[in-house]
């Protein structure tokens, strides 16, 4: 009943810039968090960028300084602003939401994935 639809990924030169897009829908009443998972063939998903609901984020050191994480809370909206993309950025990255459906339940919830490839 929620759905999170990402979009944005793409082939990119390396120092090149690509903005991610998430937009949650359905069965919302209020978000928590929403982040931006990675992975790579034969390596765990990682987290990439988090940014709670009072406005705190949180990098993976290796994307500080080049990613930035925004959100439109009007939109149920999550973006990932990324610059000076490197090859090993490349992966699969996945939309998370967490939020409340109602008063008393709340779940995470995950995008379908968006490929991003950096390559020359």
């Known amino acids: 009943q929620v759905q999170l639809v990402e979009s944005g990924g793409g082939l990119v030169q390396p120092g090149g810039s690509l903005r991610l897009s998430c937009a949650a829908s359905?069965?919302?009443?209020?978000?928590?968090?929403m982040g931006w998972y990675r992975q790579a063939p034969g390596k765990q998903r990682e987290l990439v960028a988090a940014?709670?609901?009072?406005?705190?984020?949180n990098y993976a050191d290796s994307v500080k300084g080049r990613f930035t994480i925004s959100r439109d809370n009007a939109k149920n909206t999550v973006y990932l602003q990324m610059n000076s993309l490197k090859p090993e950025d490349t992966a699969v990255y996945y939309c998370n939401a967490r939020l409340y459906n109602n008063y008393s339940s709340w779940g995470d919830y995950w995008g379908q994935g968006t490929q991003v490839t950096v390559s020359s």
């Open positions: 940014k709670n609901s009072g406005g705190g984020t």
């Open positions: 359905g069965s919302i009443f209020s978000i928590v968090a």
